[in-house]
């Protein structure tokens, strides 16, 4: 599975919208895009996933560019629980899991 | 919306105890695994299994085993509890590991060995 890099932190006010980017130029074509993010303690939720269009979910949207390289996490009006750590993994479906640092958003308020 | 429990949140164990981590799904998911998670280190599969009686081995085995006797029910065993096995202990659920397959977590489950 491809590799990503994200930024280790960020911050967003609560109301506003949040943008977590995320890098994958190595990703091949086969390979989806997933997020999850984890609350302290807790075990990580699974927010969005996609392969090439941008997609909507009740969480979040996903923006993923034209050449697959690199994609968006948008949440689109941040509140407090809201603050976790940002998980962006480009997998083949079925697949282990793998997990890299992340990035850390914290809302404040 | 998909349901994963785990049987506890918080364990605490003596070293040299077996050990044992129950996982339940309820959306009839073939596939189920259980993941360690550690700072620094990640995530790391221990064991999955893509069917009724049937296991695979993951990344680090060593030192557990595991069980599905029912398709909604997978157990993590550890046939002698170490220090170096606490962890938090993560199980999680997917449909059929194909395609686009979404690996759906429990709450996760904080174990440590005194």
């Known amino acids: 599975d491809a590799k990503t890099t994200q930024p280790p932190s960020m911050d967003c006010a609560e109301g506003r919208a949040a943008n977590l980017p995320c890098n994958h130029s190595?990703?091949?074509?086969?390979?989806?895009v997933y997020w999850y993010r984890q609350i302290h303690s807790q075990g990580p939720q699974y927010i969005i996933h996609?392969?090439?269009n941008n997609e909507t979910n009740e969480m979040a949207s996903l923006i993923i560019t034209e050449d697959r390289k690199s994609s968006t996490l948008i949440l689109p009006h941040a509140t407090l629980r809201d603050t976790a750590v940002y998980y962006c993994i480009v997998i083949v479906g079925g697949n282990k899991l793998v997990f890299g640092a992340g990035t850390i958003l914290r809302v404040k308020s | 919306d998909v349901k994963v429990t785990q049987s506890s949140r918080y364990l605490v164990k003596r070293t040299g105890e077996k050990v044992f981590l129950e996982c339940v799904q309820d959306?009839?998911?073939?596939?189920m695994f259980w993941y360690r998670q550690d700072p620094g280190l990640g995530l790391r599969l221990i064991y999955f299994s893509y069917d009724v009686k049937m296991k695979e081995k993951g990344d680090i085995p060593e030192g557990y085993s595991v069980s599905r006797e029912k398709k909604e029910r997978f157990s993590l065993i550890l046939e002698s509890a170490s220090t170096n096995q606490t962890s938090m202990y993560l199980c999680a659920s997917s449909l059929n590991g194909q395609g686009t397959d979404t690996q759906y977590f429990g709450p996760g489950t904080r174990l440590t060995v005194l």
């Open positions: 959306m009839d998911h073939e596939n």
């Open positions: 190595t990703i091949s074509g086969n390979e989806y």
């Open positions: 996609g392969l090439k």
